[in-house]
């Protein structure tokens, strides 16, 4: 995924906000590259697990496909490196083909890793740039 400095820094600023819970959203990409990101609530208001509450999604993901464009979901780890948590990969089965942004805010600085899941739960790294 190819998201600039200053939209990494909206998903960052929101990780923040929401800490010590998860923060979640939609980071709208048009090709690999993202052009907008829209924070959401957790519905599940949790330090462990997000949850998009799907009347947000009804509203936001078809303007996103009308547009051309298609979609990442992004989500924190407050606690824990920004890699999929079983949790975090049995949630993406229900998506497939969806690339899933982390950012973990469990060390000195934020760390921002992005990743595709398949439908077999395999996890690789997609990368940020």
Same mark, same amino acid.
């Given at each position: 995924?190819?998201?600039?400095?200053?939209?990494?820094?909206?998903?960052? @600023?929101?990780?923040?906000?929401?800490?010590?819970?998860?923060?979640?959203?939609?980071?709208?990409?048009?090709?690999?590259?993202?052009?907008?990101?829209?924070?959401?609530?957790?519905?599940?208001?949790?330090?462990?697990?997000?949850?998009?509450?799907?009347?947000?999604?009804?509203?936001?993901?078809?303007?996103?496909?009308?547009?051309?464009?298609?979609? @990442?979901?992004?989500?924190?780890?407050?606690?824990?490196?920004?890699?999929?948590?079983?949790?975090?990969?049995?949630?993406?089965?229900?998506?497939?083909?969806?690339?899933?942004?982390?950012?973990?805010?469990?060390?000195?600085?934020?760390?921002?890793?992005?990743?595709?899941?398949?439908?077999?739960?395999?996890?690789?790294?997609?990368?940020?740039?």
């Amino acid at each position: 995924m190819i998201i600039a400095p200053e939209l990494q820094d909206q998903v960052v @600023a929101h990780a923040r906000r929401d800490a010590p819970n998860e923060c979640c959203g939609i980071v709208a990409l048009r090709d690999g590259a993202a052009y907008a990101v829209h924070a959401l609530p957790n519905a599940q208001a949790s330090p462990l697990r997000f949850e998009i509450d799907g009347l947000h999604l009804v509203k936001l993901l078809p303007s996103i496909e009308d547009e051309g464009g298609s979609y @990442a979901i992004y989500h924190s780890h407050t606690r824990s490196a920004p890699y999929p948590s079983q949790t975090d990969i049995e949630f993406s089965l229900d998506w497939p083909g969806i690339e899933w942004l982390i950012v973990g805010l469990a060390g000195k600085e934020p760390e921002l890793r992005s990743f595709q899941i398949d439908e077999r739960g395999a996890v690789s790294e997609a990368g940020v740039g």
